[in-house]
């Protein structure tokens, strides 16, 4: 297993937060808005997602995984706990729903532009995360 750890130039770590080092509040949140264009043309998604309070969700998103990634604590501060299994019980996430999502967030990830170690690090959690959303098998 290979070391995640950044290192500046003397081969100390890097002391600021992944959500520092890619940019803070500006790259989640292209992040997430370049992710919902690709979710309103999915017949598999879309019903899924609140078309009346888009915003509300691109929102809530932004601030789960800026949260995540080091950034301000202000998801949890307004919704509590994260809780995201119990948050998409409603919702019939299967495999083909996950691999969907992750196609969406793949061209959104690729497209912030990140270095080859923040990209895999980004990439990574999605990966489980969406694999920790499947609640179901059925289509």
Same mark, same amino acid.
């Not at 520092?20 to 017949?43: A, I, S």
């Not at 598999?44 to 950034?71: C, H, I, K, N, S």
């Not at 497209?111 to 920790?132: D, F, V």
């Given at each position: 297993? /290979?070391?995640?750890?950044?290192?500046?130039? &003397? *081969?100390?770590?890097?002391?600021? /937060?992944?959500?520092?080092?890619? @940019?803070?509040? !500006?790259?989640?949140?292209? $992040?997430?808005?370049?992710?919902?264009?690709?979710?309103? @043309? &999915? &017949?598999?998604?879309? !019903?899924?997602?609140?078309?009346?309070?888009?915003?509300?969700?691109?929102? #809530?998103?932004?601030?789960?995984?800026?949260?995540?990634? @080091?950034? +301000? *604590?202000?998801? /949890?501060?307004?919704?509590?706990? +994260?809780? $995201?299994?119990? #948050?998409?019980? !409603?919702?019939?996430? %299967?495999?083909?729903? #996950?691999?969907?999502?992750?196609?969406?967030?793949?061209? =959104?990830?690729?497209?912030? *532009?990140? /270095? +080859?170690?923040?990209?895999?690090?980004?990439? @990574?959690? $999605?990966?489980? =995360?969406?694999? =920790?959303?499947? %609640?179901?098998?059925?289509?």
């Amino acid at each position: 297993m /290979s070391d995640l750890t950044l290192r500046g130039s &003397d *081969g100390a770590p890097v002391e600021t /937060s992944f959500w520092q080092q890619v @940019g803070g509040r !500006p790259t989640f949140e292209r $992040l997430v808005r370049r992710f919902y264009e690709g979710v309103r @043309g &999915d &017949d598999v998604l879309w !019903p899924m997602y609140p078309e009346e309070d888009l915003e509300g969700a691109v929102q #809530r998103l932004t601030g789960f995984l800026e949260q995540y990634w @080091g950034g +301000p *604590g202000t998801y /949890s501060e307004q919704r509590g706990h +994260p809780r $995201l299994r119990m #948050r998409h019980m !409603p919702f019939k996430v %299967n495999p083909l729903a #996950r691999d969907r999502w992750l196609q969406h967030m793949r061209v =959104a990830v690729d497209e912030l *532009g990140l /270095s +080859p170690l923040h990209r895999e690090m980004l990439w @990574g959690y $999605l990966e489980r =995360a969406a694999q =920790a959303m499947v %609640n179901t098998f059925e289509d």
